[in-house]
């Protein structure tokens, strides 16, 4: 990074306001933490430099705080049995973004010209576990000093082994990955097609080391993003950042499913069906029973357009930080 000595002129506060965004994520990280209104030293800078300070931040998403995601690494939770509150749902490979987050509508929609400038996750965990359900003892001789003594030693008869992270790495991708992706929307052609494009992407973010915590990342990089935008996360492989949504929510999120020429398989034979053999109407390719998880479709390249016609219940559980351009 480039030094800059901020003086009250014309020409040096427009040398020095690509330090706004690093200076008020410094401000945010602090309050994050702390849980205060932190004055941080920059601060000093900022009240000598009106036209900087001046700018406000922006936060889009999470409008009612994040909610705990539906994975916590404890496999009667995970499983969702026997005893069990609900099941780990993971977002698996597609592009995501909410649509309806308690009351407000399309909550990571651009309200104006802006710069984001970090991101904030709450993760949840997977883990592979092994867990003893039932003890028992049995006996064995032992030598000690020369002598041969019969020994009671306590064993596991009955032992659960949960590989849930191994089965996501193996089904999805290794490694739990997002990365920002910026889309803008696109005239819809015909019928329920919701078309977007991309126009913007960050870097791969790697989740493991965040698994169970809420975290702000700031951007190496700021993006740029225009009124309109949306903004939201490419999930190449899976991540654990999906709660489970009650009854009666009418919390949403759309993902850019289903991915050209899918179609709908039968759950138990993995055949390609048109009929859903439940309902015995239509097989919707939208739904998570037909394999539609378990088919690429996150976005990677910027200039790429998706249907995004296909919503889910609950809302992820992120949000990003904007620096407002003057």
């Known amino acids: 990074m480039r030094s800059c000595v901020c003086k009250p002129t014309v020409n040096q506060l427009q040398s020095c306001q690509f330090l706004l965004p690093y200076m008020e994520m410094q401000r945010i990280h602090l309050q994050r933490i702390l849980g205060l209104t932190v004055l941080p030293l920059v601060l000093v800078v900022l009240l000598a430099v009106p036209a900087i300070a001046a700018?406000?931040?922006?936060?889009?998403?999470?409008?009612?705080?994040?909610?705990?995601?539906s994975c916590d690494g404890n496999p009667a939770n995970d499983r969702g049995k026997p005893k069990g509150n609900g099941r780990c749902s993971?977002?698996?490979?597609?592009?995501?973004?909410?649509?309806?987050?308690?009351?407000?509508?399309?909550?990571?929609?651009?309200?104006?010209?802006?710069?984001?400038?970090?991101?904030?996750?709450?993760?949840g965990k997977v883990k592979d576990t092994r867990?003893?359900?039932?003890?028992?003892?049995?006996?064995v001789y032992k030598t000690v000093r020369g002598k041969r003594v019969r020994t009671r030693v306590k064993?596991?008869?009955?032992?659960?082994?949960f590989a849930e992270k191994t089965y996501f790495d193996k089904t999805f991708g290794t490694g739990a990955k997002v990365r920002i992706v910026v889309l803008r929307p696109v005239t819809k052609k015909k019928g329920t097609v919701i078309l977007k494009k991309v126009v913007a992407m960050g870097p791969i973010i790697a989740l493991e080391k965040w698994f169970g915590k809420t975290v702000t990342l700031p951007l190496g990089s700021s993006i740029p993003?225009?009124?309109?935008?949306?903004?939201?996360?490419?999930?190449?492989?899976?991540?654990?950042?999906?709660?489970?949504?009650p009854s009666g929510s009418t919390d949403a999120w759309r993902?850019?499913?289903?991915?050209?020429?899918?179609?709908?398989k039968d759950p138990k034979t993995g055949l390609v069906i048109k009929t859903d053999p439940d309902t015995k109407k239509a097989a919707d390719p939208c739904s998570t029973k037909f394999g539609v998880i378990f088919t690429q479709s996150a976005l990677q390249k910027s200039g790429v357009t998706a249907d995004f016609r296909c919503s889910y219940p609950g809302v992820p559980t992120f949000e990003f930080t904007l620096i407002p351009i003057p």
């Open 55 to 69: 700018a406000p931040v922006i936060e889009i998403g999470g409008p009612g705080g994040l909610p705990r995601p």
């Open 225 to 245: 993003v225009a009124k309109g935008d949306v903004v939201g996360l490419s999930v190449p492989t899976y991540a654990p950042i999906l709660p489970l949504s």
């Open 155 to 161: 064993y596991c008869k009955t032992l659960d082994v």
């Open 255 to 264: 993902a850019s499913r289903p991915p050209a020429g899918f179609k709908p």
């Open 90 to 123: 993971v977002l698996t490979m597609t592009t995501v973004y909410p649509i309806r987050d308690g009351s407000s509508l399309n909550p990571t929609t651009v309200p104006k010209n802006s710069r984001i400038v970090a991101i904030t996750l709450r993760v």
């Open 131 to 139: 867990t003893c359900l039932k003890y028992a003892y049995k006996y």
